[in-house]
C-alpha cells in the first residue's frame, strides 16, 4: 500500500470515528473580586488540537517512522499502543484571555492630586484609580490546568499598583491620606434618564467626606435628605410589593458601590441588606446594598491605621466608583461567590393592588416580574498576626409577580376598579415599606 493512499485512509477513517470523550468544562468562570467573566469553551475550537501519543509496553516513547505512517492497525506492532489526546494551544488561549477577560480588569493607574480651597472642602484634581493588569501568562497556565483538571472557576492574578498621588494638605497627610486603599465598583448600563441623574447627584454627596479612624461611617447619614429640594428627581423605587417612580431611585447604585469597596478590603460591615428582588444592575447577586432612610442604612467600621477619604465620580462607560484613600495595612482578604440556591420561577399570575393615589379605575404597572433565588458569598479576611475569620454573606431575592395598581380614588371609591378584595380596607394606599428602596 502507497504511502499517500493510506494516509487518506487514516484520515476518512479519523473521521468517521468518534473521537474519545475528554472531560473538560463546557464554560469557564474567571473571577476578580466581584468581578465575573465567563467563556464558552466551545466557542474556541482553536484552543486544542488532538494529538496521537505513543506507548511502548505502557511507557511513552517515540514510534519508529513506519508505525507513525501507518499506525498499528495495518502493521503488526507488538507492544506499542496509541491513542489520542486533545493537546492545549498556550498562544491560542492567551489570545482569547486577552480579549475576552484582561479588556474587561485591564486599566492604567490614575493620577491626582489631594488638597483643600480656602473653605476647608477637599478637592480633586485628576482621578487616582488603582492600576490593574491581568497576568495572562499565569492565567493561561491556570486555565489550561482547570481544562485538564475539569475545574470551572479560575481566580484571576491581577497586578494592582498605586496611582501617582500628591497630598497638599497637612491635616490630610496626618490623618494619614496617602494611598489607596480599596475601590469600590458598579456599573448603571441602560438606565433611564432620571436614574443617571440621581446616581451623579448621590455620588456628589460623598466626594470629599471624611470617615475617621475606628468610626463606624453611616451611609444615610451622610446622604441627607431625599427630595426635590436636594435635587433629587422621580425614578422606579422599591416601595413594599411594588416599584414605582419617587425622590431619589438609583440611590441603591450609589450604595451598593460604596458597598463593595470595604466589603472587599475586609473592614467590618455592621450593617447591609440585599434587595428584595434581584435588579440586574447590581450583577452579580450578593453584592447590593439597599439603602432606606432613616430605616435601611449601610454602615462599616473603618478599622483600618488612619482615616478614610473618598472620592467619588461615573465615567463615560456607565461605571460608579468610590475610591477610598488612606493607609493600608498588612489584611488580606478574598470574597469568593456567588453560590445560587432555591431558585424560584416568577409567579405567572398578575397582581393587583387597590391604591388611593391614583384616580378611579386608573391603571400603572408597578412591577415587573422578577425570579427568585437565594445568593450566599464568603469573605475570607486575616489582619497581621492573626488566624483568618471566615464570614458569610446571605441575601434571599423573593420571587415576584407582574404587578398592577388600580386607582380607588382618595375616598376609597371602588367606581373603575372590579373585583375589589375584601381585604381593601387595609390597604386602600400603596405605603412606603421599611424594608428598602431601589431602582
Same mark, same amino acid.
Given at each position: 500500500?502507497?504511502?499517500?493512499?493510506?494516509? %487518506?485512509?487514516?484520515?476518512?477513517?479519523?473521521?468517521?470515528?468518534?473521537?474519545?470523550?475528554?472531560?473538560?468544562?463546557?464554560?469557564?468562570?474567571?473571577?476578580?473580586?466581584?468581578?465575573?467573566?465567563?467563556?464558552?469553551?466551545?466557542?474556541?475550537?482553536?484552543?486544542?488540537?488532538?494529538?496521537?501519543?505513543?506507548?511502548?509496553?505502557?511507557?511513552?516513547?517515540?514510534?519508529?517512522?513506519?508505525?507513525?505512517?501507518?499506525?498499528?492497525?495495518?502493521?503488526?506492532?507488538?507492544?506499542?499502543?496509541?491513542? !489520542?489526546?486533545?493537546?492545549?494551544?498556550?498562544?491560542?488561549?492567551?489570545?482569547?484571555?486577552?480579549?475576552?477577560?484582561?479588556?474587561?480588569?485591564? #486599566?492604567?493607574?490614575?493620577?491626582?492630586?489631594?488638597?483643600?480651597?480656602?473653605?476647608?472642602?477637599?478637592?480633586?484634581?485628576?482621578?487616582? !484609580?488603582?492600576?490593574?493588569?491581568?497576568?495572562?501568562?499565569?492565567?493561561?497556565?491556570?486555565?489550561?490546568?482547570?481544562?485538564?483538571?475539569?475545574?470551572?472557576?479560575?481566580?484571576?492574578?491581577?497586578?494592582?499598583?498605586?496611582?501617582?498621588?500628591?497630598?497638599?494638605?497637612?491635616?490630610? &497627610?496626618?490623618?494619614?491620606?496617602?494611598?489607596?486603599?480599596?475601590?469600590?465598583?458598579?456599573?448603571?448600563?441602560?438606565?433611564?434618564?432620571?436614574?443617571?441623574?440621581?446616581?451623579?447627584?448621590?455620588?456628589?454627596?460623598?466626594?470629599?467626606?471624611?470617615?475617621?479612624?475606628?468610626?463606624?461611617?453611616?451611609?444615610?447619614?451622610?446622604?441627607?435628605?431625599?427630595?426635590? %429640594?436636594?435635587?433629587?428627581?422621580?425614578?422606579?423605587?422599591?416601595?413594599?410589593?411594588?416599584?414605582?417612580?419617587?425622590?431619589?431611585?438609583?440611590?441603591?447604585?450609589?450604595?451598593?458601590?460604596?458597598?463593595?469597596?470595604?466589603?472587599?478590603?475586609?473592614?467590618?460591615?455592621?450593617? %447591609?441588606? @440585599?434587595?428584595?428582588?434581584?435588579?440586574?444592575?447590581?450583577?452579580?447577586?450578593?453584592?447590593?446594598?439597599?439603602?432606606?432612610?432613616?430605616?435601611?442604612?449601610?454602615?462599616?467600621?473603618?478599622?483600618?491605621?488612619?482615616?478614610?477619604?473618598?472620592?467619588?465620580?461615573?465615567?463615560?462607560?456607565?461605571?460608579?466608583?468610590?475610591?477610598?484613600?488612606?493607609?493600608?495595612? &498588612? #489584611?488580606?482578604? &478574598?470574597?469568593?461567590?456567588?453560590?445560587?440556591?432555591?431558585?424560584?420561577?416568577?409567579?405567572?399570575?398578575?397582581?393587583?393592588?387597590?391604591?388611593?393615589?391614583?384616580?378611579?379605575?386608573?391603571?400603572?404597572?408597578?412591577?415587573?416580574?422578577?425570579?427568585?433565588?437565594?445568593?450566599?458569598?464568603?469573605?475570607?479576611?486575616?489582619?497581621?498576626?492573626?488566624?483568618?475569620?471566615?464570614?458569610?454573606?446571605?441575601?434571599?431575592?423573593?420571587? %415576584?409577580?407582574?404587578?398592577?395598581?388600580?386607582?380607588?380614588?382618595?375616598?376609597? @371609591?371602588?367606581?373603575?376598579?372590579?373585583?375589589?378584595?375584601?381585604?381593601?380596607?387595609?390597604?386602600?394606599?400603596?405605603?412606603?415599606?421599611?424594608?428598602?428602596?431601589?431602582?
Amino acid at each position: 500500500m502507497s504511502r499517500l493512499p493510506l494516509l %487518506r485512509l487514516t484520515a476518512i477513517i479519523a473521521a468517521l470515528i468518534p473521537l474519545p470523550a475528554i472531560a473538560a468544562p463546557s464554560s469557564l468562570t474567571y473571577t476578580f473580586n466581584h468581578h465575573i467573566i465567563s467563556v464558552s469553551v466551545a466557542a474556541h475550537p482553536e484552543w486544542w488540537r488532538m494529538k496521537r501519543v505513543w506507548e511502548f509496553q505502557g511507557m511513552e516513547a517515540l514510534p519508529p517512522a513506519r508505525l507513525q505512517t501507518c499506525g498499528t492497525t495495518e502493521l503488526d506492532a507488538p507492544g506499542w499502543t496509541s491513542t !489520542l489526546v486533545r493537546q492545549w494551544d498556550d498562544a491560542s488561549i492567551s489570545r482569547t484571555i486577552e480579549e475576552e477577560v484582561a479588556s474587561k480588569i485591564d #486599566r492604567p493607574a490614575g493620577n491626582v492630586t489631594i488638597a483643600k480651597n480656602a473653605s476647608g472642602t477637599v478637592i480633586f484634581d485628576g482621578i487616582g !484609580l488603582t492600576g490593574q493588569t491581568v497576568d495572562v501568562i499565569a492565567a493561561t497556565r491556570l486555565t489550561i490546568r482547570a481544562l485538564t483538571d475539569d475545574v470551572s472557576t479560575i481566580v484571576l492574578p491581577v497586578e494592582v499598583s498605586q496611582p501617582q498621588i500628591t497630598v497638599k494638605d497637612t491635616e490630610l &497627610e496626618q490623618m494619614g491620606i496617602k494611598e489607596v486603599v480599596t475601590i469600590g465598583e458598579s456599573v448603571f448600563t441602560k438606565s433611564p434618564v432620571n436614574r443617571r441623574h440621581n446616581i451623579k447627584v448621590g455620588l456628589a454627596r460623598f466626594n470629599g467626606h471624611i470617615i475617621p479612624q475606628d468610626s463606624v461611617f453611616s451611609f444615610d447619614e451622610t446622604l441627607g435628605p431625599v427630595n426635590d %429640594r436636594t435635587g433629587y428627581r422621580k425614578e422606579l423605587v422599591i416601595q413594599g410589593d411594588t416599584t414605582i417612580p419617587d425622590y431619589g431611585g438609583g440611590l441603591c447604585q450609589v450604595s451598593t458601590t460604596a458597598f463593595r469597596g470595604p466589603w472587599e478590603y475586609g473592614m467590618p460591615i455592621v450593617q %447591609r441588606k @440585599n434587595h428584595s428582588y434581584a435588579v440586574s444592575y447590581y450583577s452579580p447577586q450578593g453584592t447590593d446594598a439597599t439603602v432606606y432612610p432613616p430605616n435601611v442604612d449601610l454602615k462599616f467600621k473603618n478599622d483600618t491605621p488612619g482615616a478614610l477619604l473618598i472620592q467619588t465620580f461615573s465615567d463615560d462607560q456607565d461605571r460608579a466608583f468610590f475610591i477610598y484613600y488612606g493607609t493600608r495595612d &498588612e #489584611r488580606k482578604s &478574598e470574597v469568593f461567590g456567588p453560590y445560587i440556591s432555591d431558585r424560584e420561577a416568577a409567579p405567572t399570575t398578575e397582581r393587583t393592588i387597590y391604591t388611593s393615589e391614583l384616580a378611579p379605575g386608573e391603571k400603572r404597572k408597578a412591577g415587573e416580574r422578577h425570579d427568585g433565588m437565594k445568593a450566599v458569598w464568603y469573605r475570607s479576611t486575616q489582619l497581621a498576626n492573626t488566624g483568618a475569620t471566615l464570614e458569610r454573606f446571605f441575601s434571599a431575592y423573593e420571587a %415576584r409577580p407582574l404587578t398592577w395598581q388600580i386607582g380607588i380614588g382618595a375616598t376609597g @371609591n371602588t367606581s373603575g376598579a372590579a373585583d375589589t378584595p375584601a381585604w381593601l380596607p387595609e390597604r386602600t394606599r400603596t405605603k412606603r415599606s421599611s424594608s428598602d428602596t431601589s431602582d
